[in-house]
């Protein structure tokens, strides 16, 4: 697995860029089809605006690449919230993904079970 991380007209901070790698390793380590990471983090520094920061992640998986965005008052919460939606996304791209066995399939299976049983009866 491949993590990017950079900041928009932010500096990336030592303690901010390994926050950034434990929460995705996290995500690696329960899901084994992540190939690349690209995180983006975003302080807006305009004054008519609330203070907001903003962490972008693009995931580079089976399929169709997953994207998403959070915000928050600090990078830190941005980052959490982030995750939360990728652990989301995630789930639903494993379940879109994985493969669904039928009610005959799960019938034949078991039938198979039964006769293979009374063979060696």
Known sequence: MKLNISGHETAVTPELKKYIEKKMNKLCKHYKSVLVIDVVVEESK???EKKLATAKATIQVAGPDITATAEAKTL???VD???????????????AHSPKVS???KGKTLLKKILRIESRQ
Not at 81 to 95: F, V
Request: net charge positive.
């Open 76 to 78: 830190f919460a941005a």
């Open 103 to 105: 009610r005959i399939t």
């Open 81 to 95: 919230e982030l995750e939360r939606k990728l652990i989301r996304l995630l789930e639903k791209n494993k379940a």
């Open 46 to 48: 305009k004054k008519t």
